[in-house]
C-alpha cells in the first residue's frame, strides 16, 4: 500500500521569507512523487515531480523541492514566499514498480498563508 | 481554453435524485481520471479510463455510480439516488501517454450539494 502525510494543516510565512511545505510518503517499492497546488474553487495545478536522478528537483513559480530516499521525504520549498502563493497544497505518490496501472494517492493538503 | 473542461461548475440537487457531470479532456490524452474530494482532505480516486476502457474502479465507487468514456473522449460520471454523503467536488483528469511518470492536468472540478 502506499500513502502519503503531510503534517501540517496549515503553514504561516512572513512574505519574503524562506517557506517549506512538508510531506513524507510510504511505497514499497520507488515512488514517483508529485505537489499539486489547488486556488479556491479550483482544480489541482501541476507544479513539479519526482521520478529518478537529481533529488533537488525544480518546478514552476520558483518552488523546488528535495527527494530524500533515507528519510522518505519530499518536502517543498521557495527561498522567498509571495503573498500570491496563499493556496492549499498536495503532496502525492504512485509507487513506480507495481504492474498495471496504480493510482495515485494524494495527502490531505496543507494550507500556506503568506503573511503581508 | 486547451484545459480540462468540466460541466457543470455547480450543481444542488435534491436527495434521491441522479446527476450526470461532464469531463472533456485534453485532446489526445488518452488517460482520463475521476477523482472525490471533501472538504479538508485530498483528491480520492473514483476510477480511471485508458482511452475508452476503463481500467479501474475505486471501492468508493459504489453501484450507484457509473461512468463512460465513448470513443475515448469525453467522459461522464452519472450518480444515482444521491445520498448526502455524495456532496462533494467531483474532479476530472486527464493525462498523456503509456507511462505512469506523468502528471495529470486537472479540470475545475464540479461541486455536488445534496439537500
Known amino acids: 500500500a502506499q500513502s502519503v502525510a503531510q503534517p501540517e494543516d496549515q503553514v504561516n510565512v512572513a512574505e519574503g521569507n524562506p517557506l517549506t511545505v512538508k510531506c513524507t510518503y510510504s511505497?514499497?517499492?520507488?515512488?514517483?512523487l508529485f505537489w499539486y497546488v489547488q486556488y479556491p474553487n479550483r482544480g489541482l495545478q501541476f507544479l513539479l515531480k519526482?521520478?529518478?536522478?537529481?533529488?533537488l528537483v525544480k518546478g514552476s513559480y520558483g518552488f523546488e523541492a528535495e527527494f530524500n530516499k533515507s528519510q522518505t521525504s519530499f518536502h517543498l520549498k521557495k527561498p522567498s514566499a509571495l503573498v500570491s502563493d496563499s493556496a492549499l497544497y498536495f503532496c502525492?505518490?504512485?509507487?513506480?514498480?507495481?504492474?498495471?496501472?496504480?493510482?495515485?494517492?494524494f495527502g490531505t493538503g496543507t494550507k500556506l498563508q503568506v503573511i503581508p | 481554453d486547451t484545459g480540462v473542461s468540466q460541466d457543470p461548475r455547480h450543481k444542488i440537487t435534491k436527495r434521491g435524485q441522479n446527476v450526470t457531470f461532464r469531463c472533456d479532456p485534453i485532446?489526445?490524452?488518452?488517460?482520463l481520471y475521476w477523482y472525490r474530494q471533501t472538504l479538508g482532505q485530498g483528491p480520492e480516486f473514483l476510477t480511471y479510463?485508458?482511452?475508452?476502457?476503463?481500467?479501474?474502479k475505486s471501492r468508493l465507487l459504489s453501484d450507484r455510480f457509473s461512468a463512460e468514456r465513448p470513443k475515448g473522449s469525453f467522459s461522464t460520471l452519472e450518480i444515482q439516488r444521491t445520498e448526502q454523503g455524495d456532496s462533494a467536488m467531483y474532479l476530472c483528469?486527464?493525462?498523456?501517454?503509456?507511462?505512469?511518470?506523468?502528471?495529470?492536468?486537472f479540470g475545475q472540478g464540479t461541486r455536488l450539494t445534496v439537500v
Open positions: 502525492a505518490v504512485r509507487d513506480s514498480d507495481l504492474g498495471g496501472y496504480q493510482k495515485v494517492t
Open positions: 485532446s489526445e490524452h488518452n488517460r
Open positions: 511505497v514499497s517499492g520507488n515512488p514517483y
Open positions: 519526482y521520478i529518478t536522478g537529481d533529488n
Open positions: 479510463f485508458q482511452n475508452e476502457a476503463q481500467l479501474e
Open positions: 483528469a486527464s493525462s498523456p501517454g503509456e507511462r505512469s511518470n506523468t502528471e495529470a492536468f
